[in-house]
């Protein structure tokens, strides 16, 4: 007896990978991560459709050859046959076409498709957000025929407003309107700062010499943040110790009178602040600094709503945040009154 060998299948070439490298322009460019450079070296193909793409200087000086080409779906399959890696490079906005067609020939099922990858080769890191908002007002600062006249006195209103919103959306709980209400807030920081950054060094908003003011970023603004936090806070960034809030806050008022220099408790504190707000905060900043005074005696309400504010004070209460309370329990009850609901239901 002849024994007879089953025929074997011939193996199955190999189908290859497909590896969209993606990147964020909010990261500078050249910083990838290292798996990103171990894919790019060991690619048989890389491939882009922008010559412009920011990487691109990058990615020649470490000697990783790109060809400018924007393959179809079926192309960039074929591409791959024999077990070839190849790394496409998408544009700023992404590639629709093609990763529309590649999920076409996957769930074709007719074609065998090679491995697919997305392997982000930088990623945002948080605050990232905020490099577009900067680009964003710039635009806007330059092209909008309304943001393009605005100066910093005609948008301290809108400061205001936006703020009042802000403590209206915290005190409502109203978790969807805080986020709007601080971007907003945001919104007047980012606009001031962008303004600003037109001032003119040489001699004034007329060039004539006088009154010349310097110009200064976002940037300067963040960086003296910064500072500001870090010399504030000793007890975090420094040797200091603080166990509690109080002694936080000590750090926080010596380090502040010394950078400030002032005279008196009272100096720095904006008299144009609502009323019970500034009799709540002159009382704060004489009880902190051990200044032994007296309430002023005077006939009339105002002389009450001081020492009404000043023990809130001492009490640890927000007069401001403790009338509006009141004032808003007084609100729903002229509207039952009315017959009508609360605002908001």
């Known amino acids: 007896m002849t024994d007879h060998a ?35 070296h060991a690619a048989d193909r890389v491939l882009c459709a922008d010559p412009g793409h920011p990487q691109l200087p990058y990615l020649r000086e470490a000697g990783i050859e790109v060809t400018f080409e924007s ?53 945002d890191l948080p605050g990232a957000r905020l490099l577009d908002l900067v680009q964003v007002m710039d635009r806007v600062r330059r092209e909008c025929p309304w943001t393009s006249r605005q100066t910093h006195e005609g948008l301290a209103k809108y400061a205001i407003e936006e703020a009042y919103e802000l403590v209206e ?12 209400e601080l971007g907003d807030v945001l919104l007047q920081v980012v606009f001031h700062a962008r303004i600003a950054e037109e001032a003119d060094g040489d001699g004034g908003a007329d060039g004539d010499g006088e009154d010349a003011v310097e110009a200064f970023s976002i940037d300067d603004v963040a960086g003296a943040l910064v500072t500001k936090l870090i010399h504030r806070h000793p007890h975090v960034f420094g040797d200091a110790e603080a166990e509690t ?15 400030k220099r002032r005279e008196s408790v009272t100096d720095g504190i904006p008299v144009g602040q609502p009323g019970l707000a500034l009799a709540a905060k002159l009382a704060g900043r004489a009880r902190t600094g051990g200044v032994a005074v007296e309430l002023p005696r005077g006939e009339g309400i105002g002389y009450e709503l001081l020492e009404l504010a000043a023990r809130a004070e001492a009490a640890g209460i927000d007069p401001e945040t ?20 609360e605002p908001g239901e």
Do not use: F, N
């Open 169 to 180: 959306a915290i005190e409502d709980g109203d978790r969807e309107e805080l986020r709007e």
């Open 322 to 341: 403790a009338l509006r309370a009141a004032a808003r329990a007084y609100r729903d009850a002229i509207r039952a009154a009315e017959g009508l609901a």
């Open 71 to 123: 393959p179809d779906a079926h192309a960039l399959v074929e591409a791959c046959a024999g077990g070839r890696t190849v790394v496409v490079l998408p544009g700023g906005e992404g590639d629709q076409r093609l990763t529309d067609g590649l999920a076409r020939l996957a769930g074709s099922g007719r074609v065998s498709m090679p491995d697919l990858e997305l392997l982000p080769g930088s990623y």
């Open 245 to 259: 809030p109080e002694d936080v806050s000590a750090h926080w008022q010596r380090t502040k009178a010394v950078e």
């Open 6 to 40: 089953e025929p074997t299948a011939a193996p199955a070439e190999p189908t290859g990978r497909i590896v969209l490298l993606t990147t964020s322009h909010r990261v500078a460019p050249g910083v990838l991560s290292w798996p990103a450079w171990q894919t790019l």
